[in-house]
């Protein structure tokens, strides 16, 4: 059946497209003398923090300078001592990314259950999460069950009947 009333018509005039605001509307109904004030203050600021952090980096290259032989050889050692101290912490995540895939243990087992950061324990949670695991092996339910004999009923006995050797 066909109704009576026809397509409603699409809306003749579609929404204007805003961007971001204009400095015009920004400061709308704001003193001119104050808003002008206040980009001045901020441009100020803005300039002594970009002459401070000029600053900084002079001053970190003159220390650097003047530091003596053996404190640049103990921050070099401190530096490395820090990168020694993270290597068991990339082997161990290197090392759960493997035995997830080689085990296939499920994403939520293996976040929730292998949390170690040391390589050592990682392996024995993994042996753990594993053994408790149930194998699939190659055996076969109900090898060596003889089946039951089938049930007696008379269309057997009248063919068994029928077909039985006479002497």
């Given at each position: ?5 026809p ?13 971001p ?12 003398v ?15 923090a970009?002459e401070?952090?000029t ?7 003159i220390q650097d300078?003047q ?34 895939t ?13 949390t170690?950061t ?11 999460l594993v053994?408790?695991q149930p ?12 089946p ?6 008379d ?13």
């Amino acid at each position: 059946m066909l109704d009576d009333q026809p397509a409603p018509a699409p809306d003749p005039a579609p929404a204007p497209e805003t961007g971001p605001p204009s400095w015009d509307d920004a400061f709308k109904g704001e003193d001119p003398v104050k808003v002008r004030k206040a980009l001045d203050h901020a441009r100020e600021w803005e300039k002594r923090a970009k002459e401070n952090a000029t600053a900084a980096t002079e001053l970190a290259k003159i220390q650097d300078a003047q530091k003596t032989e053996a404190e640049r050889a103990a921050d070099r050692i401190a530096k490395a001592e820090a990168e020694a101290a993270t290597v068991p912490e990339k082997v161990a995540a290197a090392l759960r990314a493997h035995l997830v895939t080689l085990h296939q243990i499920p994403a939520d087992r293996a976040e929730l259950y292998l949390t170690a950061t040391d390589p050592d324990l990682l392996l024995r949670q993994v042996t753990g999460l594993v053994a408790d695991q149930p194998r699939k092996g190659n055996q076969v339910r109900r090898e060596g069950v003889t089946p039951p004999p089938p049930l007696e009923d008379d269309v057997r006995a009248f063919a068994r009947d029928l077909f039985a050797q006479k002497e």
